[in-house]
């Protein structure tokens, strides 16, 4: 679903503007993979101290019994779905919105220069 809704949100926020659509899409996309690869960081992280609290038969609090996981996925898709309604209304208002854990990946790639923090 992170995959598709900027081809989805495109197409909508084509019609306002074509320079807006396309900006607003490339970043959900950078966004979307970031997030992705964030997730993917913050879950091997979770395991390591989730076998490392085996091992050492201690608890962790939250990674022990296993609400880690859910923190961290309800976190990131709450932080994208916000997003997702700011790069909205943005596009309407043809503004173009910057989130703050975006890698800015394939901003770089197209040329364009990403603007740091």
């Not at 939250?62 to 309800?74: E, F, M, N, Q, R």
């Not at 503004?95 to 603007?115: H, M, N, W």
């Amino acid at each position: 679903m992170m995959l598709i809704t900027p081809v989805v949100l495109y197409f909508i926020c084509r019609r306002l503007a074509a320079s807006y659509a396309q900006l607003t899409a490339l970043k959900i996309f950078d966004l979307s993979v970031s997030l992705l690869v964030l997730a993917f960081g913050l879950g091997l992280l979770n395991s390591a101290l989730l076998i490392v609290a085996r091992d050492g038969e201690i608890t962790i609090p939250l990674v022990s019994s296993g609400l880690s996981k859910y923190i961290i996925a309800i976190g990131l898709l709450g932080y994208y779905l916000v997003y997702l309604i700011i790069f909205i209304v943005s596009s309407f208002r043809q503004a173009v919105a910057s989130p703050y854990l975006s890698f800015k990946i394939f901003e770089s790639l197209r040329g364009k220069r990403a603007v740091a923090l």
